[in-house]
């Protein structure tokens, strides 16, 4: 299994921006599927953003046209890109990455969006 940590969380006002940064110990390109995922107080996690090993996107409903998943030029690194934030995105955003079974998590970054 990888360790994933990831970054860039924190408070925005409604309508900002953030862009959030998993970053593996290892190389997560290709051979893994790395996904998005957030949970609000008191809800399950859900899934918002998930990239699969060809490159091809998934974006929930809630957060399409507004969110953008990619892989960064680093070998190691996945980004969700998140605008026109609303108050809804707050959560506790995970990154998964999954690899013939194996599945690894990260410990999750806040995001926090004020009205």
């Known amino acids: 299994q990888v360790q994933l940590v990831e970054s860039g969380g924190g408070l925005v006002q409604a309508g900002g921006s953030l862009k959030l940064s998993c970053v593996a110990s290892?190389?997560?390109?290709?051979?893994?599927?790395v996904a998005w995922y957030r949970q609000a107080p008191g809800s399950g996690r859900d899934l918002v953003a998930r990239?699969?090993?060809?490159?091809?996107?998934y974006t929930a409903d809630s957060v399409k046209g507004r969110f953008t998943i990619s892989r960064g030029m680093a070998k190691n690194t996945v980004y969700l890109q998140m605008n026109n934030l609303k108050p809804e995105d707050t959560a506790v955003y995970y990154c998964?990455?999954?690899?013939?079974?194996?599945?690894?998590w990260g410990q999750g970054t806040q995001v926090t969006v004020s009205s």
């Open positions: 998964e990455a999954s690899h013939y079974g194996d599945i690894s």
């Open positions: 290892a190389s997560i390109s290709d051979m893994y599927a």
């Open positions: 990239i699969a090993e060809s490159g091809s996107t």
